[in-house]
């Protein structure tokens, strides 16, 4: 690691005690629109900006981003912070070799690329040559590759683009040996990968009907269809193995076992990770897809098979997971085996390696991985590099070697390989970051929730940072989704801590960080639980010293946009500024929109009258008082986000500026910066997260003291 960069501005001198004045904001027109749900009336007066494609909405985003790069742009903290990401983000970054026949493939970035950059070798040391360089896709750099599946042989690789930020993919194949694309095209595939048939003759892959004509980034998304594409063939020729008219929520994820077997297709319905499993015999080419396992009643990772032996990590009947193989044949449950029971900590996932399999786990949102016999038998816990994020451990079941990355808020992702012969473990890539590790500290916390419920906090600062309430702090968090947040660096997060700020993530109810239980205790009717622990996480961090209201932010993506505009219309108090970025901020109409209706499992939806009253207790959009001086705030968002589209961020910034014009001497901005060609996160380029993060953290840095 080299010396920290120094800047000359420390946090301090950003503070201002003179008042500016109100700010002026766009006129949003409020129209007449009220909705009955269930003898319920309410009212919508912003529903013309759901239409993200009319005139008058593109009016409105012109003149709300002039207003709020007015004020980005006049910031003095702008320009110096954007050097600072610039120099932070500029750092060589690798994603994990694989292998596949007598290739290597892994990806680059120099630093500063746009996207980064499909290699492939002859060895891991070997002299490497472009096979996919995104950044020649579009000349803005917002095309990105979003996906790639290589042929067992690996002549072959099927790669995967995404067009400004949308879930849509377009999928191509490339001949690995000469670069040169054959001339199929796949298109309208959503929330679907490759998968490869063994003779590399063609794939298997999920997609959706070519949606109406302007409709394609805020239409329904359903009836989603299984289909076998054989090389060479137009998509028009492409065999349907496996459609359910009867069930048009259903999704499909196809999956081939490494002896080519069998297909295993992962059968989804909504955003629960609860599912079906489907086979057929590809041995048999007039086989029929069969059920393997039905009921939806829990989760089912395929993560290997032994002959006709199908290895899945299940929470069925252990709520923090275990393993089980399930005979392919079999139609009783009593058949399925237990081969690594449920235990303290949280399994994640497995691979097969052999007769060794490698399993991840977390305890308390950090990693441990362990390896065992065929039998499920302990052998040994994996030495890891030190507490933090591991991923990886991906590759054939008779590789030779597999990798992992390993990362912390301090600790840049760095690559290691091990040798599944000998079980040694060597460092392949370690990133030199311009960021001293050594000058900073993480530590974990505990704060209480309203329910008595133990809730985890990671702080990451200075070591030098005085616990007197005057530092700046980040609170970030999620809370849904049974998604866990664990420990990642990101040069942006660099930026702020290096800054002087403290960047804490609390890890709420709602996400997988305990197993099932947790998740299910901040869903539907129990969601404001997640609103709780946030709000105690915030109020741990102040009675501890480490920050003070007036300069505590909130921040959250996507589901973790809800979280901050549920919280800060809750408690407006207990923060100085918010970061709600591309969030659901209107939970009575999420569901009617691209795939929104697959997150009523998560949040009961409007159309059930049993939810109605909870979903318009802490929605966004719905609990916004006028006169109240809420906390200075940037809404973020992009024009073509297909998956939260930016209809909801549109109307609670209107909605938030309204009420905020009419709080008497309450000077904090309201703003909502909207980005072009980009959509949830996805494949951003470079240059505009850079760009992005600096109008952000100035934005914080102006408003927190």
């Known amino acids: 690691m080299v010396g920290s960069i120094c800047f000359l501005f420390p946090i301090s001198s950003f503070a201002q005690s003179s008042t500016s004045p109100p700010m002026t904001y766009p006129d949003t027109q409020q129209v007449d629109v009220t909705d009955d749900y269930f003898g319920r009336k309410v009212s919508d007066p912003y529903r013309w900006l759901e239409d993200t494609e009319s005139d008058e909405t593109a009016a409105w985003i012109q003149a709300e981003n002039e207003l709020t790069q007015s004020y980005l742009q006049g910031l003095p903290q702008r320009e110096p912070m954007r050097q600072k990401l610039e120099q932070l983000w500029n750092y060589e970054r690798y994603g994990l070799p694989a292998k596949k026949g007598d290739i290597y493939l892994y990806s680059h970035n120099n630093g500063l690329q746009d996207q980064s950059i499909l290699y492939k070798a002859a060895s891991l040391d070997a002299e490497r040559a472009v096979l996919i360089d995104p950044n020649h896709f579009s000349t803005d750099g917002t095309v990105a590759l979003a996906g790639t599946a290589t042929s067992d042989d690996g002549k072959l690789i099927a790669y995967g683009l995404a067009d400004g930020g949308s879930d849509w993919r377009t999928w191509k194949v490339r001949e690995v040996a000469t670069g040169n694309d054959l001339p199929d095209v796949i298109e309208w595939v959503k929330f679907s990968g490759i998968a490869w048939k063994p003779d590399g003759s063609g794939f298997f892959y999920g997609r959706y009907a070519e949606p109406v004509e302007g409709s394609e980034l805020t239409g329904t998304n359903e009836d989603q269809k299984l289909y076998f594409h054989q090389l060479g063939d137009s998509q028009s020729q492409d065999t349907l193995v496996l459609e359910r008219p009867d069930h048009p929520k259903w999704g499909f994820q196809p999956e ?68 089980i193989a399930v005979p392919a044949g079999a139609e009783d449950r009593a058949a399925w085996k237990p ?132 530092s700046p702090t980040m609170l970030y968090g999620y809370g849904g989704f049974n998604i866990s947040i664990t420990p990642a660096f990101s040069p942006a997060t660099a930026g702020w801590v290096d800054s002087g700020g403290i960047y804490a993530v609390v890890n709420l109810r709602g996400g997988g960080e305990y197993g099932r239980q947790w998740h299910e205790d901040g869903m539907r009717l129990k969601k404001q639980n997640v609103f709780d622990d946030c709000i105690a996480a915030a109020e741990h961090l102040i009675d501890k010293g480490y920050t003070t209201a007036s300069r505590l932010a909130l921040s959250g993506r996507s589901n973790g946009g809800l979280l901050v505009g549920a919280v800060v219309t809750q408690r407006p108090d207990l923060f100085g500024a918010c970061l709600p970025q591309v969030g659901v901020m209107d939970m009575l109409r999420y569901h009617k929109f691209t795939i929104g209706w697959a997150w009523a499992t998560e949040y009961g939806s409007s159309d059930e009258e049993d939810q109605i009253d909870n979903l318009l207790s802490y929605s966004p959009l719905h609990n916004i008082k006028p006169g109240v001086c809420y906390p200075a705030t940037l809404v973020t968002t992009a024009d073509r986000d297909d998956r939260v589209v930016p ?19 309450c000077d904090r901005p309201t703003l909502i910066r909207i980005e072009t060609r980009a959509g949830h996160g996805a494949g951003t380029p470079v240059s505009k997260q850079i760009e992005e993060y600096a109008d952000k953290w100035a934005f914080l840095l102006e408003n927190l003291r």
């Open 256 to 323: 081939v076992t490494d002896d080519g077997r069998y297909l295993v297709i992962h059968n989804w319905k909504g955003s629960e990770p609860k599912a079906q499993i489907f086979i057929k015999d590809l041995r048999d080419p007039q086989s029929q897809v069969i059920p393997l396992i039905t009921g939806f009643d829990a989760e089912y990772e395929w993560i290997a098979s032994s002959g006709d032996t199908l290895f899945f990590v299940t929470d069925h009947q252990a709520p923090k997971r275990r393993l």
């Open 647 to 665: 209809g909801h961020s549109f109307k609670f910034a209107a909605a938030l500026q309204a009420a905020q014009s009419k709080a008497s001497s």
């Open 339 to 470: 081969v690594i029971g449920e235990s303290d900590d949280v399994m994640e996932s497995a691979s097969l390696f052999g007769e060794t399999f490698y399993v991840s786990y977390l305890r308390d949102a950090r990693a441990r991985v362990t390896r065992h016999a065929i039998d499920g038998a302990m052998i040994d816990e994996v030495s890891l590099p030190g507490v933090g994020t591991v991923s990886g451990f991906g590759g054939r079941q008779d590789a030779a070697e597999t990798f992992f990355s390993f990362t912390n808020y301090v600790t840049p992702a760095s690559i290691y390989r091990v040798d599944l012969r000998s079980n040694d473990i060597s460092l392949w890539r370690q990133p030199d970051v311009a960021f001293d590790v050594d000058d900073f500290v993480t530590e974990q916390l505990f704060c209480t929730s309203k329910d008595g419920t133990k809730i985890p906090i990671i702080v990451t600062r200075k070591k030098d940072t005085k616990l007197d309430g005057t």
